[in-house]
């Protein structure tokens, strides 16, 4: 039972490539959800899914694009790196959106470098 | 919307001193609040919750929190931390029917010195 899972771990960019995230859970959960950890900022939430083929816009969504296709992906893609977008990406889940009080595991982060 | 906020950004203590770190939200209606940490290099892995019940809250690894309601606060607590206490310290809003969204507060970064 591996959890979530994401990969790369690592990546670096240059201003305009594309590249996309990969995130994985093996634990059934409907929700998923994908932060952006920067110094002194927290975790902000880029873009959410209830469900295969619902998504939804966070707080900060601009320059990120996703897709729920299966309950177990939820895959954030990167159409044209900017150095803004250098940060650590994690991924979340829980278990179904209706139970908000739910706890949401995280996986353990990309770090992406936009140069 | 609502925020958090996260009053100590840096916090250095002894070991065996006692801990007390902020957190502050806005928003008036009903809602969850979390405690999150991330030990060097490692993801986030929550420490504690409130749903609802009891205020005092108790989590893993000897750490508390108390919910006040009319301060909007929700303040994480553990008498005596440890070396292997050093990590950022999140707290998180989930407002009660807007599903599964959490706002985080700033993190505070917290060393323990032997």
């Known amino acids: 039972n591996a959890g979530v899972t994401q990969t790369p771990k690592f990546q670096v960019l240059k201003t305009g490539q594309s590249m996309t995230l990969q995130c994985a859970q093996d634990?059934?959960?409907?929700?998923m959800s994908w932060y952006r950890q920067d110094p002194g900022m927290g975790l902000r939430l880029i873009h959410y899914?209830?469900?295969?083929?619902?998504?939804d816009q966070g707080e900060v969504p601009n320059g990120y694009n996703v897709s729920r296709s299966t309950t177990e992906d939820f895959p954030l893609r990167l159409l044209s790196a900017a150095p803004s977008q250098t940060s650590v990406y994690f991924c979340?889940?829980?278990?179904?959106?209706?139970?908000?009080?739910?706890?949401?595991?995280f996986g353990p982060g990309t770090r992406l470098t936009v140069l | 919307a609502q925020s958090v906020s996260q009053h100590n950004h840096h916090v250095i203590l002894s070991e065996a001193a006692s801990l007390e770190l902020g957190c502050n939200y806005s928003?008036?209606?009903?809602?969850?609040l979390f405690w999150y940490v991330q030990y060097p290099g490692q993801h986030l892995q929550l420490l504690l919750k409130?749903?609802?019940?009891?205020?005092l809250v108790k989590g893993i690894k000897g750490f508390e929190a108390e919910f006040i309601k009319s301060k909007f606060s929700f303040n994480l607590r553990k008498p005596s931390v440890q070396w292997s206490d050093t990590a950022e310290y999140f707290c998180?809003?989930?407002?009660?029917?807007?599903?599964?969204?959490?706002?985080f507060g700033t993190g505070t970064q917290l060393k323990v010195e032997l």
């Open positions: 409130y749903f609802s019940g009891d205020p």
């Open positions: 899914s209830v469900g295969a083929g619902i998504t």
């Open positions: 634990m059934n959960h409907e929700y």
């Open positions: 998180a809003v989930n407002v009660l029917g807007g599903g599964n969204k959490l706002t």
């Open positions: 928003y008036g209606g009903t809602v969850n």
């Open positions: 979340a889940t829980s278990g179904s959106p209706t139970q908000n009080y739910n706890e949401q595991f």
